[in-house]
């Protein structure tokens, strides 16, 4: 939620400016703003609401000449989505640029107009701005006056203040937000996700929690939350962006689904030989942690979230390991009780999600025996600060709306179901079963996608709805989860997601003739049971959208549509299953013409809580 990238150089850096704002556009936003300063302080501000594309736009017809520079896309929290809102914020000759949210704001609005500030905007970020420049009045660097203020502020940011009567310089601060320095020749910069400089250099340096740092074109100073000058490691990324290019989709995720067996390979790539599990980034010191476990405890937020739940059933029913799964936003703010010899995984696709690396840091207090991860970013915070870590090799992910991440994530959730059974004592037949299976998921994906035009043709029955209720069992029950996510997040079709036994306590009210049902039934133990609630959804008049590998199963009727899915190893289930929910939300929202790769209100990577 919300791009902020800065640039302190010798030469222009407007387009620097603007190309990174183009990227970060991923994010999530409802405006987009920038400020250039010249070497003689001469500054100009320019803020559109709506797309960046507008901005560049108007910055074609304004002088926007200067070689220290903020920009900022911004995702509203207060204060609707207006230019007098967008960032920079100033105050004479202070501007900042913000992510997060700045909890004590109104207080600090009050104090600072019984001072004689006017505030020309609804949101926290203005104080900031005014709060540094009374506080300059007492005299001092301007790294020392942040330093001064930051005790004031109470929540989290990121955030990068400018200052035009010093304009060779950018200070830069973390708490909770993440920022990272590019590092360049004669030129340095600031950014929330080093893929947007990528086309001015691969040298990165990622701030830690509470730092602060001072950036000029010349040299960078970086101080600990203690103000102690510290060195933090420069990393040279060898990540190349070429999602840019959408090639033959029409959009994001529609590539990204499609991309799904090509990203499985490489998840899964060097992780097994023999039909065992092998995973090098682990050591012999995580193997002897991984030993004792007795309990998991996975933490994780919207997508990752029903990811965790799948491998709940994994974790019980194969490794006979008791698992428990939260919400991170819920775990972070209760009490909770740890189990003997319990591993705390997080999941998150960015690994900057903000509930679930606060999650994270409360964990590290609590007792658990360690931390592992599972993510897609590896130098993301989430990595760094986990005990060990497991990527997910997806590949950068564009759209909004988890395609990838989630069926790469499950991949490598079974593969550690796999090895910890293996350690556990227990019989190699799980692991040998699960790593077979696993050889064959990429090619099974592939065949679910040649169902590509019949999902398409049926998808043209939602053109008038604007409800609809999803169906599973067992480990099927989290994936009708997910394909309700990926129904509201991209069409804005309101829907649930129920445990199919639960139909009588309560869903069978909304069943109608106009109400459809997706029901999600492969052929396994539980597809008697899930039979019983389909005909009692048919005997109400509910139009069934069945995805099955079982079409004998099912006796057709002018209200049941039947999507035939492939034979698959029982294991596998989930993971292929997601697929066709998948490409039914993509052509629902195409059907009815919605940003499918940056849909209203969302962001991809949620850094606020």
């Known amino acids: ?92 000759n202070i501007a900042v640029v913000h992510n997060g949210i700045i909890e004590n704001y109104e207080l600090l609005r009050d ?37 001064r203020i930051i005790p004031d502020l109470c929540g989290t940011y990121g955030m990068v203040i400018l200052d035009t009567y010093s304009p060779d310089r950018l200070i830069a601060v973390r708490s909770g ?13 600031i950014v929330s996700d080093p893929m947007a400089l990528l086309s001015v250099t691969r040298r990165f340096i990622y701030l830690e929690e509470g730092d602060i740092a001072q950036i000029s074109s010349y040299g960078i100073e970086i101080m600990d939350r203690c103000n102690n000058i510290v060195q933090r490691c420069e990393i040279e990324l060898d990540t190349h962006y070429d999602a840019g290019n959408k090639g033959l989709y029409s959009h994001y995720m529609q590539k990204e689904i499609y991309e ?17 599990v092998e995973l090098s980034e682990f050591n012999d010191q995580t193997y002897s942690l991984l030993k004792q476990v007795e309990h998991i405890q996975i933490v994780a937020c919207g997508t990752s979230y029903h990811a965790g739940m799948v491998a709940r059933y994994w974790f019980e029913s194969l490794a006979n390991m008791p698992c428990d799964v939260e919400i991170a936003s819920e775990f972070r703010y209760r009490r909770s009780v740890v189990r003997k010899n319990s ?45 060990f870590s497991l990527m997910t090799k997806a590949g950068i992910e564009v759209g909004v709306a988890s395609t990838k991440s989630f069926t790469t994530q499950l991949a490598v959730l079974l593969i550690l179901v796999a090895k910890i059974s293996s350690l556990k004592g227990t019989t190699s037949k799980v ?4 790593v077979n299976a696993l050889q064959i998921l990429p090619g099974c994906i592939e065949e679910v996608l040649l169902q590509d035009k ?14 609809a209720l999803f169906l599973g069992r067992g480990e099927q029950y989290p994936i009708a989860m997910e394909g309700a996510l990926k129904l509201k997040e991209i069409s804005y079709i309101h829907a649930e997601a129920y445990a199919a036994g639960e139909l009588k306590h309560g869903p069978l009210a909304l069943i109608d003739s106009e109400m459809p049902v997706i029901v999600v039934a492969p052929q396994n133990s ?20 069945i995805f099955t590998n079982s079409i004998s199963s099912f006796s057709g009727s002018h209200n049941i549509h039947i999507i035939p899915l492939p034979h698959i190893p029982v294991v596998l289930e989930p993971i292929v299953y997601i697929v066709p929910l998948q490409l039914l939300s993509y052509y629902i929202a195409l059907m009815r013409g919605t940003d499918l790769d940056k849909p209203r209100n969302l962001a991809k990577s949620v850094t606020v809580e």
């Open 1 to 92: 939620m919300c791009g902020i990238i800065g640039a302190v150089s010798q030469r222009d850096i407007a387009k620097i400016l603007l190309e990174g704002l183009r990227y970060l556009e991923y994010r999530g936003y409802d405006s987009a703003g920038l400020m250039v300063v010249n070497s003689t302080g001469k500054a100009n501000r320019l803020r559109c609401v709506g797309k960046v594309n507008n901005l560049v736009c108007a910055a074609e017809h304004a002088v926007l000449l200067g070689e220290t520079g903020i920009a900022h896309t911004r995702w509203a929290t207060h204060g609707k989505p207006e230019e007098s809102n967008a960032h920079p914020h100033i105050s004479t």
């Open 111 to 147: 104090q600072l107009r019984n001072r004689g500030y006017t505030f020309f905007s609804e949101t926290d970020t203005e104080v900031v701005a005014h709060l540094v420049h009374w506080e300059q009045q007492r005299g001092g660097s301007l790294l020392t006056v942040v330093q």
């Open 177 to 189: 937000s993440p920022l990272v320095i590019g590092c360049g020749i004669d030129e340095n910069f």
């Open 260 to 276: 799904q067996p090509l990203v499985l390979i490489n998840t899964l790539s060097g992780r097994y030989n023999n039909s065992l």
């Open 343 to 387: 591993l705390f995984i997080t999941l998150s696709q960015s690994g900057e999600t903000a509930d679930t690396l606060a999650a994270l840091r409360l964990s590290k207090n609590l007792g658990y025996l360690g931390s592992l991860s599972i993510c897609n970013v590896s130098s993301s915070s989430l990595i760094r600060e986990s005990d």
């Open 431 to 434: 692991e040998k079963e699960i």
């Open 454 to 467: 019949l999902i398409s043709k049926l998808a043209q029955n939602f053109s008038n709805k604007n409800h």
């Open 526 to 545: 539980l597809l008697d049971k899930l039979k019983s609630n389909i005909e009692e959804v048919r005997a109400r008049g509910g139009l069934l959208y």
